[in-house]
């Protein structure tokens, strides 16, 4: 079987998760147009900085967010407790300010 070829995605989206090519998956959580910068999320929970011009040559394709989101923003099983069916957790749609608010 081939294998897949990614290929480079010209803008990227705060909130869109990728795969690199070695697997890795992360999400964009910060775009910074003054140094015209990106801020990535991986999985992990690790934080990584690229600008724009390495992005466009980097192999990556848009996947899903993964089923397990909680990864990039450590969130523990109590984090979801007392929470009504469909309700998203703090911290999904800005994983930053979740952290923030742990404190």
Known sequence: MPAREAIPVPD???GRWYRRSNGQLFEVVALDDDDATIELQFFDGTIDEVDRETWAK????????????????DMDPEDYSGKEDGEIPLG??????FLEKRD
């Open 58 to 73: 980097l192999l990556i394709e848009q996947v899903a967010a993964p089923e397990d989101w909680s990864g990039s923003v």
């Open 92 to 97: 999904y749609h800005d994983p930053l300010e």
């Open 12 to 14: 990227p989206a705060i």
